[in-house]
């Protein structure tokens, strides 16, 4: 069992910056892979990035390559999103999600995730 927390979501202009933090109970958050997806308002929930239990391999959303970089630090059981150049496009609940694993890949979609966060909101304005 593993519990998501996240944090740093709030309101930013277009252009700015913030970065996001999920982090992890337990003592094995290094056996777990780690993906962020999001949401917004009448839409299904997306994928955005992911991240191997190693940190050594990461995934990107077409729509955020380049300007989202996904990290974590297994001393600290923490994964991070950091989000530069944000568009009004990216308002969306963001949620940490982590699954168990022995391969060197994450996953890129919801249903291979176990574990979810409760979210943090993104507001860009325009």
């Known amino acids: 069992q593993v519990q998501l927390v996240e944090s740093g979501g709030g309101l930013v202009q277009a252009g700015g910056s913030l970065r996001l933090s999920c982090a992890a109970s337990g003592r094995t958050f290094s056996s777990y892979a780690m993906g962020w997806f999001r949401q917004a308002p009448g839409k299904e929930r997306e994928f955005v990035a992911a991240?191997?239990?190693?940190?050594?391999?990461?995934y990107y959303a077409d729509s955020v390559k380049g300007r989202f970089t996904i990290s974590r630090d297994n001393a600290k059981n923490t994964v991070y999103l950091q989000m530069n150049s944000l568009k009004p496009e990216d308002t969306a609940v963001y949620y940490c999600?982590?699954?168990?694993?022995?391969?060197?890949?994450?996953?890129?979609?919801?249903?291979?995730?176990?574990?979810w966060g409760q979210g943090t909101q993104v507001t860009v304005s325009s």
């Open positions: 991240i191997s239990k190693n940190g050594g391999n990461t």
């Open positions: 999600a982590a699954v168990r694993t022995r391969s060197t890949i994450a996953p890129k979609t919801r249903a291979e995730y176990d574990y």
